[in-house]
Each structure stands twice: as structure tokens, then as C-alpha cells.
Nanobody
């Protein structure tokens, strides 16, 4: 069993930055590919970014390329999402996810965090 706990969400002005963190339990963190999804009100959950267990491959949604960066620290069992140049349309609940499989990202996550709210507004 893997538990995921997100932190770092909040209210930020357009153009601002936030860094989300996802701490995981267990000793199997390095076996999982990790990613971030988000869900805005009235919309389906969408993939934002994913990172291979090795850290060598990253995938991003077109809407966040060049603004968001995903990274992982296998020694700390933690994955991060650095979000820069935030826009109002980035407002959503952001979820951390873990997947044993890799398919141009996370095809079917095995575990999910509880989510953290990100609100971009002036």
C-alpha cells in the first residue's frame, strides 16, 4: 500500500508561482512512476505532468509546457510540481498519483492523493 499526501496549494495571483509536494509512504517509491493530475469545477480530471521512476523521462500537458516542471527525489520519497507563470485557468484541485506502468505518462494510476486546491486569482 502506498499513501500519497499533497501539500503546497493555495491562492496565488496570475503570473505567480507555487510548488506542490507529494510525500509518499513505504519503501517502494522508486518502483512507481509519479504524476500530477488536476480537476477544475465542471471538468474532467486531466493529466498535467508525469515523471518516470528513473527521473529521466518527463511528460507534460500542452497547456503547461514551459511553465510547469515535475521532479522527484527518490531518497526523500517525494515528487514535486513547480508551477510558474500561473494563469486563472490553472485553478483546480491537483492530485498526486502513482502508477506501476508507464505509457507516455501514467495510463492507470494505482494510488491517488487526496488533492490540494490551487486557486489563481487577482
Amino acid at each position: 500500500q502506498v499513501q500519497l499526501v499533497e501539500s503546497g496549494g493555495g491562492l496565488v495571483q496570475p503570473g505567480g508561482s507555487l510548488r506542490l509536494s507529494c510525500a509518499t509512504s513505504g519503501r517502494t517509491f522508486s518502483m512507481y512512476h509519479m504524476g500530477w493530475f488536476r480537476q477544475a469545477p465542471g471538468k474532467e480530471r486531466e493529466s498535467v505532468a508525469a515523471v518516470h521512476w528513473s527521473g529521466a523521462i518527463e511528460r507534460y500537458a500542452d497547456s503547461v509546457k514551459g511553465r510547469f516542471t515535475i521532479s522527484r527525489d527518490n531518497a526523500k520519497n517525494t515528487v514535486y510540481l513547480q508551477m510558474n507563470s500561473l494563469k486563472p485557468e490553472d485553478t483546480a484541485v491537483y492530485y498526486c498519483a502513482a502508477d506501476r506502468n508507464w505509457g507516455m505518462g501514467l495510463p492507470s494510476p494505482d494510488y491517488w492523493g487526496q488533492g490540494t486546491q490551487v486557486t489563481v486569482s487577482s
